[in-house]
């Protein structure tokens, strides 16, 4: 049992296996993704009732949740893949770790964007201290630090190696800065917003904002296969599979 | 006979204690750098005053944070020569090279870097907090949180300077990735300041320091000697 | 002067490397490179610049873990004897070390409490003295060491190799900066270590005037492009 793990652990740690892996599953992932995020959207945007208190300005909840859901869950893969790729010197778990940090930031950054954009007609200004906003601020800002740590290496190995060390440590105090966020927050008691949450969220609501949230999750899967298989590529540039996949082509 | 030299264990506290007189002595000598940073503190909280206004009910109310902001930027201005140094003399290939596990070396290192930059700090922070309008029992409680919070910070930004040392441009890359984590100390070190100064119950905020002071003490050492072998090794 | 049990060493090699391999940069250092080296053993690294003669230095010595291949130290895994090895060798590198505000003795007094070592107090203070009085630093203990020339730097970083018996010497270009005179007293003083049942691996461009029965050789440099 354990053999057979190991096995294909090494199989699919070689950056070959993954690539062709990838070849037959990408179609799939991004099927998945339009079938969930095209109606979802739809469903979300045009369909789903009006909130009685925000009007139609809560619909930007439909980007936003799946977003900062699909950050804070890129850092942790980060950290991960990251973390795989120190202990085991898996090439292809630094290649994945290296992917997720700009995509992650990207969420990061789109749901920073349309918090605050969301923010104008609920409160009246673009940015509110909200903990929520203010946490995910920080994780943006974590990520930026990877990143910037990334690209300051020279050797792809040395950079691989920091960056997992610093993602760990980061994924470590996550829990801890969103604690102290949340509780800063009820200290100073700034305005938060109030999606009507859970049981009493209303099917219409909740089915497209589901199927919103796991289509952002395959489209951040999509994104990170194809970003990696771009730098399984460019790495593996040299060797005899590359060589011949692009003469192929 | 083939008999192998038989292991002598270095004790723990040896090499510790060396590396922590070797690191104080070596900036007593270079004063210099160590008036530096006292001074960058110093000045930051000057210049707030002069930003803001000399108002006693602005300062009181702003002067925790401002406290605890520059003594952040103190300790994170001053770090980046805590490996640096070593790392350019060579002597960080030697300590890595000793039996002794590497994360005792780093605790000593850091407790000198704490001993030579947060101790002077936290002994002039009083005088500031008077220039800032903070009454005694809120200077009392603030002097408790920077001793309890400036460990935390050191240690941190150790593991900002431990992954940045084989690097030319240290400084600023530390910050970008040193300051999002020092959220955390930075709420709890003025909220904890700021209950005092209204008369609230601060104790909470203490504990969750102190807390937090245990944490990093025990886990930031084993990130940080992982960082610099990373460092050293490439 | 060596308690390494030295007739005895002779038998099972310090330090074995089995099909080392190295990369860097998408280009193969060196592969497939298999040595051993004993007590008693003067070995030198040869290859011309860029050829990896530094990089595999730090991998002997344990600086470095880039490489794939077996490592290890008097029969066992490095990765089970770092302890071990770290106390029973000595690296010598292209940076000394040696910290500038301090005194030579202060400088060599940290050095050996980093390695664990057994001394302490007089005995200490003693060794230190002697050590210093053989590369010739007598009178200088207690001079800060940026008072001391680029050459007297050196010789303080040197000193250190007579602190305490160790097994493996590891020298990456030991003679660098040191005038005739010291480079000589430098090649008796690595003789004497090996005929004491000590090992020498260096690293050097210097021709050396070491009796060539003595002296193995590690060849680099016929580097190939990676795959």
């Known amino acids: 049992m354990f053999e057979t793990i190991k096995l294909y652990y090494h199989k699919f740690g070689t950056p070959k296996y993954f690539y062709d892996l990838t070849s037959k599953m990408l179609p799939w992932l991004i099927g998945f993704t339009v079938v969930l995020l095209v109606p979802g959207v739809i469903l979300g945007l045009g369909f789903a009732p009006m909130d009685e208190e925000q009007g139609h300005s809560y619909r930007i909840m439909f980007i936003h949740v799946p977003a900062a859901s699909v950050a804070m869950s890129a850092y942790v893969m980060m950290a991960l893949a990251g973390a795989i790729g120190l202990i085991w010197k898996m090439k292809m778990a630094e290649i994945v770790a290296k992917c997720c940090a700009p995509i992650g ?17 609920t409160w009246g200004t673009w940015w509110v201290w909200d903990a929520r906003l203010t946490s995910m601020l920080v994780l943006f800002f974590l990520f930026m630090g990877v990143i910037a740590l990334n690209n300051a290496f020279e050797s792809a190995q040395s950079a691989a190696k920091a960056t997992a060390l610093l993602s760990i440590v980061g994924v470590v105090n996550l829990p801890i800065i969103k604690y102290s966020v949340e509780w800063w927050n009820t200290l100073h008691q700034t305005a938060s917003i109030k999606v009507t949450e859970g049981a009493s969220m209303p099917a219409e609501m909740l089915t497209p904002l589901l199927m919103c949230i796991f289509g952002f999750y395959f489209l951040f899967s999509v994104l990170v296969v194809v970003a990696s298989r771009a730098e399984v590529l460019e790495r593996e540039q040299r060797s005899k599979w590359v060589k011949q996949l692009v003469m192929v082509e | 006979m083939a008999v192998e030299p038989e292991m002598t264990y270095p004790s723990l506290r040896q090499g510790l204690w060396a590396i922590f007189k070797r690191d104080l002595v070596i900036a007593f000598r270079q004063r210099s750098d160590l008036v530096n940073s006292l001074f960058f503190f110093i000045m930051v909280i000057t210049l707030f005053p002069l930003g803001v206004g000399p108002e006693p009910e602005i300062l009181s109310r702003i002067g925790p944070g401002v406290l605890w902001i520059a003594a952040l930027l103190s300790t994170l201005l001053s770090v980046d020569s805590l490996f640096r140094q070593d790392y350019e003399d060579g002597s960080l290939e030697i300590l890595l090279l000793s ?16 001993c030579i930059t947060a101790v002077p700090l936290i002994l002039v922070s009083p005088l500031l907090g008077v220039m ?16 309890l919070g400036t460990p935390v910070l050191s240690m941190i930004s150790a593991i900002g300077a431990a992954l940045t040392v084989g690097l ?6 530390i910050a970008v990735i040193a300051l999002p984590l020092y959220v955390p100390v930075l709420i709890f070190g003025t909220s904890a300041v700021e209950a005092a100064s209204m008369s609230l119950v601060f104790s909470g905020q203490l504990a969750y320091l102190a807390a937090l002071a245990i944490f990093s003490i025990t886990l930031a050492p084993f990130a940080i000697a992982a960082g610099l072998r990373i460092s050293v090794s490439g | 002067m060596l308690e390494t049990g030295v007739e005895s060493q002779l038998i099972s090699p310090l330090l074995e490397a089995k099909s080392l391999l190295c990369e860097r940069d998408d280009r193969v250092l060196f592969e497939e490179l298999s040595f051993a080296i004993t007590a008693g053993d003067i070995t030198q690294v040869e290859g011309p610049n860029g050829s990896g003669k530094t990089t595999l230095i730090r991998i002997l010595c344990g600086l470095s873990s880039a490489y794939e291949g077996q490592l290890s130290w008097r029969g066992r895994p490095m990765s089970q004897c770092r302890e071990q090895f770290c106390q029973q060798h000595i690296y010598f590198g292209h940076l000394t070390g040696i910290k500038a505000p301090l005194s030579a003795e202060e400088n060599l007094r940290w050095m050996a409490q980093c390695r664990g070592s057994s001394l302490k107090g007089l005995a200490l203070d003693n060794a230190v003295d002697q050590a210093l009085a053989k590369v010739g ?28 018996p160790v097994a493996l010497w590891v020298l990456d270009e030991p003679f660098t900066a040191i005038d005739r005179n010291g480079v000589a007293e430098l090649e008796s003083i690595i003789e004497q270590h090996a005929k004491q049942g000590g090992a020498v691996v260096l690293t050097t461009h210097h021709e050396l005037s070491i009796d060539p029965s003595h002296l193995k050789v590690i060849r680099l440099g016929d580097a190939r492009e990676g795959l």
């Open chain 3, 137 to 164: 630093l007598h009178g200088f203990e207690d001079a800060p060491v940026y008072t001391l020339s680029a050459g007297q730097k050196r010789r303080v970083a040197l000193a250190r190799l007579f602190l305490e």
């Open chain 2, 168 to 173: 030319r441009k240290g400084g600023v890359l």
């Open chain 1, 105 to 121: 930031a990207s969420f990061a950054l789109l749901c920073l964007l349309t918090g605050s954009i969301w923010g104008k007609p």
């Open chain 2, 132 to 147: 800032l309008f903070l009454d005694a029992e809120t200077i009392g409680v603030l002097i408790v949180t920077l001793l």
């Open chain 2, 99 to 114: 039996p002794q596990p590497l994360f005792i070396i780093v605790l000593g290192k850091i407790m000198a870097h704490w």
